[in-house]
């Protein structure tokens, strides 16, 4: 696949199919602005976690607070897409980010003036993600508002490459940022990227006609259940929301254990730590970017049914590869290989997953589907997360590592036989 995806005559192609996106001038905008946002997300996303530490010195209020940020997502968000149908997106999104601003910006105020409590925190982390539960479907409902059906593969592929370029530049830099201008900095620059991002998007033009009925509590319930009643109706749309959810689930253990594997298996520090998940962005990154190619290259069914494959390949490989060769930094180069593949294949069906959405859910029911799918893939990961807390209290993670490998290779023989799955390449 990466030899075919390097030739020179491929990448042309490739490129020439980004510059169909020249034209898609709005469009341009939503990618600056999720670009601007991606950045203030990697710096908050450390610099939260040091300011947590420093206002509790303890693990279980982090544990806490992740878990208040996950419940809105997870509760909340398919409930929120019903209302956000109704609305103008771009109104949705750009109040959504001024919002999030002065919350994140209190935030700081309050740790800068020592008012800053836990419980404070606690509260704020829950109205942001709150706020978020309603941006991230408007942000998806726009999207086929102001892109080409035809330009449906490169657009989403762009946007996402670019998001992750500049989460990784942002993850690199925050630990810069804090020693510069102090957490409190570092999250008022967070703030500041909100306020940017809803500058950009109230520059966007387009036209979008909103439902105009009184929203009570009839009619939302009503939006709701036809929202329901559309995914239902489709075996492939219930499959894609499965096939995502596992993918996150069966990511969710090697982030779990990875600390514990790095100092007992690969005998490295925090260091690895760092070269892995810098890895495993750059594979990101590049799977992003290549999407559309691999897209004509290889059948939609193989490419779902692939990444689980080599999951498989990857869990068993990464605990045997350390113990069977004799030379620990080539057993450690081969592991940095098969972390920048997974994140290669990860990204690659991401996008997939993003673009089907995007192409094949009706606009009028956009906001609703995404919301209750990013839901379903969301409410992995605390599930995924508590039973690997269980599960460590009478096995090590060797076993949960190898386990998962193997529970990954049923759900791909599985997928082998489902017709939904194959007329995914009729599409």
């Known amino acids: 696949m990466f030899i075919i995806a390097l030739r020179l005559m491929d990448m042309k192609q490739l490129l020439d199919k980004y510059k169909t996106l020249s034209d898609q001038r709005q469009y341009h905008k939503i990618i600056a602005a999720n670009i601007v946002n991606r950045f203030g997300d990697a710096i908050d996303q450390i610099a939260f976690t040091w300011l947590v530490y420093e206002l509790t010195h303890s693990a279980l209020w982090s544990t806490l607070v ?16 019903a209302i956000v149908e109704r609305m103008r997106k771009q109104n949705v999104m750009v109040v959504c980010d001024i919002i999030r601003g002065i919350l994140v910006a209190g935030i700081a105020f309050g740790y800068v003036f020592g008012i800053l409590q836990p419980w404070i925190l606690l509260a704020v982390t829950f109205l942001n993600s709150l706020v978020e539960a309603m941006r991230v479907p408007a942000g998806i409902a726009i999207v086929p508002r102001l892109l080409d059906k035809q330009c449906f593969d490169t657009g989403v592929s762009l946007n996402s490459s670019c998001s992750r370029a500049m989460e990784l530049i942002g993850t690199g ?11 409190h900095g570092a999250i008022l620059l967070d703030a500041l990227t909100f306020f940017m991002s809803a500058g950009i998007i109230a520059l966007i033009r387009y036209q979008e006609e909103t439902k105009h009925a009184q929203l009570n509590v009839h009619s939302y319930f009503v939006t709701l259940k036809e929202g329901f009643h559309y995914i239902m109706k489709s075996d492939t749309l219930l499959v894609i929301c499965v096939i995502g ?5 069966f990511t969710t253990p090697l982030n779990s254990v990875l600390p514990s594997y790095i100092h007992e298996v690969l005998r490295s520090g925090s260091e690895m730590l760092s070269v892995l998940s810098i890895a495993i962005s750059l594979g990101s990154i590049l799977g992003s970017f290549l999407y559309p190619l691999i897209a004509e290259k290889i059948s939609k069914r193989w490419l779902l049914i692939g990444i689980f494959m080599f999951e498989a390949v990857f869990y068993i490989l990464i605990i045997v590869l350390p113990y069977a060769l004799t030379s620990l930094l080539l057993s450690q180069f081969l592991i940095l290989v098969l972390f920048f593949i997974i994140g290669f294949l990860s990204a690659a069906c991401s996008t997939y997953l993003s673009v089907y959405l995007t192409s094949h859910v009706d606009v009028d029911y956009m906001a609703r589907i995404s919301a209750t799918f990013n839901a379903c893939l969301c409410c992995c990961i605390p599930i995924a997360s508590t039973i690997i807390s269980l599960l460590l209290n009478i ?14 290779l049923f759900v791909a023989l599985c997928m082998l036989s489902l017709r939904s799955i194959r007329v995914l390449d009729e599409k």
């Open 395 to 408: 096995t090590n993670f060797v076993v949960i590592i190898l386990g998962t490998g193997f529970l990954s």
């Open 245 to 249: 959810a596992f993918l996150n689930f």
């Open 66 to 81: 992740f878990g208040v940020n996950m419940l809105p997502t997870v509760l909340i968000q398919p409930f929120a897409g």
């Open 173 to 183: 830099a925050a630990g810069f940022i804090i020693a510069l201008i102090g957490v």
